[in-house]
């Protein structure tokens, strides 16, 4: 299995979509990375933690599941890239590949130690763009596959029609 560990705020600094977000409110910009995760999740089926430094939200260890995304928000002496490194070790198995999405070029050389593969903020953003423009044109081509009809009938009789053979009244 692909495992993917997310350096949160590093990717929100890096990403254009998240640092404008950010500049507001910074828990819509965490919110949102969180989401797209989930849809990288959804896409690759690779499972995927994000983690948070705890310096910016001050407090006590947090983990959470949030869209089938995996959060951690650190402890209050712990950065995230203490936590990935940690990460890397729990989680490194002979079947189990774990990338890590940092720009932190540090933090790139340790994991690389620890045996992971690294993904830049960069990369990870043309792949999630990817990813993005992909589950568009799926969706677009499930949504052109309207049920066929060799009789011409008005759009509000096929509707009447579409609702009888779902079911709804």
Do not use: C
């Not at 939200?57 to 983990?63: H, L, M, N, Q």
């Amino acid at each position: 299995m692909d495992i993917l560990l997310v350096d949160g705020y590093n990717i929100i600094g890096a990403w254009k979509e998240l640092r404008a977000l950010k500049t507001d409110k910074l828990i819509d910009a965490r919110d949102r990375l969180i989401e797209m995760m989930a849809e990288y999740k959804a896409y690759t089926g690779w499972r995927v933690i994000v983690v948070f430094d705890a310096h910016l939200v001050p407090g006590i260890e947090k983990k959470k599941k949030q869209y089938d995304v995996e959060v951690i928000f650190t402890g209050k002496n712990e950065t995230a890239d203490e936590r990935i490194e940690k990460l890397t070790n729990q989680l490194k198995t002979r079947r189990d590949q774990i990338h890590v999405a940092t720009s932190d070029m540090t933090e790139q050389w340790v994991i690389f130690a620890h045996g992971a593969l690294r993904i830049s903020a960069r990369e990870l953003e043309i792949e999630m763009e990817l990813v993005q423009a992909n589950i568009t044109k799926q969706i677009k081509s499930i949504q052109e596959q309207r049920p066929y009809s060799k009789i011409n009938l008005p759009d509000e009789i096929a509707e009447i029609f579409e609702k009888w053979r779902r079911g709804i009244k």
